[in-house]
């Protein structure tokens, strides 16, 4: 009757204390530069050495640059961030993938694309969207700085057990409906509670459909309903995506691991604390008009009005006040400032792809400023190997070089104040691109109609 997270969490179990706290044993841990330091600097105070080092690895990522790599950074504070994290990595043995290195790019892109992230494993980061890796069927999640100390310290965490959660996707999407329009129209239904205290494993029909990378931008963004983390049953296309990657296992061990790996699925029988059914021929492409990640509408459709209780209200009406728009809106024919292509939800190069499909042939809006930013080196590569590059250079953009980029701006990348931009990341909170910057939330083909366009457009139109 065991669900696959149970089968997962319980083999990694090492003990569990008084008030269900488990010893959970790490398989690998993922460091950047912005939540090691300090957990570096107090084991330093403690005398305490990393325990296992050969299962950490590292990757600059939220403060780099995503122009000029070769030069050094010029913002003092990323430049001594990284610097930090370089002398961490060398002080204590641990393999770091350094700016313009051909494996480094964004932490959550690179552990899969290197097959360093594997079915089975338990994955952690100081980073709340490590729930990425879950879709090759991991226990991957998010933790605090102190908790990145205890398992560079012991290869263990103290974590207590969460529930269990379905969501099944059934039935086959429409043309011009991808995978961030599944999670967009999730969250949307369930809100940015509805996963609180679950760990969801995603499943159906339509789920077992998509590819690798469009599973890790649902399971990215299933911590933005306030779950523990998202994870999806390892299969064919899991097995077909690892082969052949770097650190995944070769030769006899690759049989091996595959025979392994056959077996993480919940059992039928399996019971969840909760489950939620959705049709896949009911999702459209989406894009949000507020300031959290469910506060989003199909692109042709109206802003709602506001609901609930009166704290409710008021902050639904906060939210309009602060992005400019008003409830009965239609979202498409809006204007947009920036669009932003990335992250660790939709920087890999099946996202550049989607975007270079609508905008080939045709030339970027006068007036919207581009961001296209790969999630890795190697997603730059082969963008520039396919021919992307030219498509997005004829159409009037630029191909930058890998970083987090203007999803938090803590880098160079940042949205004016007043301005709107349709990112593919995952937050559109206040500020989260830049002071009073205004973020609609969407998928790649969106945001490649909003940049040809200049407006809110629905993607379908031009295809």
């Known amino acids: 009757m065991n669900t696959l997270f149970d089968k997962i969490w319980d083999a990694h179990t090492v003990k569990v204390l008084d008030g269900d706290s488990c010893v959970l044993y790490i398989d ?52 001594a961030q990284v610097a930090t994290l370089y002398g961490n990595c060398a002080d204590n043995g641990i393999t770091i993938f350094p700016i313009g290195s051909p494996r480094n790019g964004i932490i959550h892109v690179i552990g899969p694309e290197t097959g360093l992230t594997q079915p089975g494993m338990t994955i952690v980061c100081g980073d709340s969207h490590t729930s990425t890796h879950g879709a090759l069927g991991c226990v991957a999640f998010g933790i605090g700085t102190s908790e990145v100390e205890m398992a560079l310290a012991s290869q263990c965490i103290l974590q207590s057990k969460p529930k269990s959660m379905r969501i099944n996707v059934e039935g086959e999407l429409r043309p011009g409906v991808c995978s961030k329009d599944i999670i967009l129209y999730i969250i949307s239904k369930i809100g940015t509670g509805g996963g609180t205290g679950h760990f969801v494993e995603f499943a159906g029909s339509a789920i077992r459909s998509l590819s690798m990378e469009a599973r890790m931008s649902v399971c990215n963004m299933s911590i933005e309903m306030g779950a523990r983390g998202g994870m999806i049953a390892p299969d064919q296309t899991t097995f077909d995506y690892l082969k052949g990657r770097e650190f995944a296992p070769q030769g006899k061990a690759w049989d091996e691991a595959v025979e392994r790996w056959s077996a993480l699925r919940s059992e039928p029988d399996a019971v969840f604390d909760r489950e939620i059914t959705f049709e896949a021929a009911d999702i459209e492409p989406m894009i949000t008009y507020g300031t959290n990640p469910s506060m989003g509408v199909a692109v042709g459709g109206t802003i709602p009005e506001a609901e609930g209780d009166a704290a409710a209200r008021a902050s639904f009406d906060k939210a309009l006040d602060y992005m400019g728009f008003h409830a009965g809106e239609k979202m498409e024919g809006k204007k947009v400032d920036y669009v932003f292509v990335g992250s660790c939800t939709n920087g890999r190069i099946e996202d550049l792809r989607a975007f270079a499909s609508i905008v080939k042939g045709r030339k970027k809006a006068p007036g919207v400023t581009a961001w296209i930013v790969p999630g890795s080196k190697q997603v730059e590569r082969q963008a520039i190997e396919e021919g992307l590059r030219d498509i997005l250079e004829e159409a009037g953009f630029t191909l930058r070089q890998p970083g987090c980029s203007a999803c938090l701006a803590m880098n160079d990348d940042k949205i004016p104040a007043g301005k709107y931009c349709v990112a593919t990341s995952n937050r559109n909170f206040e500020g989260r691109q830049g002071p009073n910057a205004r973020t609609l939330l969407a998928g790649p083909l969106v945001a490649a109609a909003a940049a040809v366009t200049g407006v809110i457009t629905d993607p379908r139109e031009l295809m």
Request: glycine share 4%; hydrophobic share 30%.
């Open 28 to 79: 690998r841990q993922y460091i950047h530069e912005v939540t090691s330091p300090q957990a570096f600097a107090s084991l330093r105070e403690r005398g305490v050495g990393i325990f296992r080092p050969s299962q950490v690895t590292a990757s600059p990522d939220h403060n780099i640059p995503t122009h000029d790599q070769h030069l050094p950074i010029a913002d003092p504070q990323s430049a």
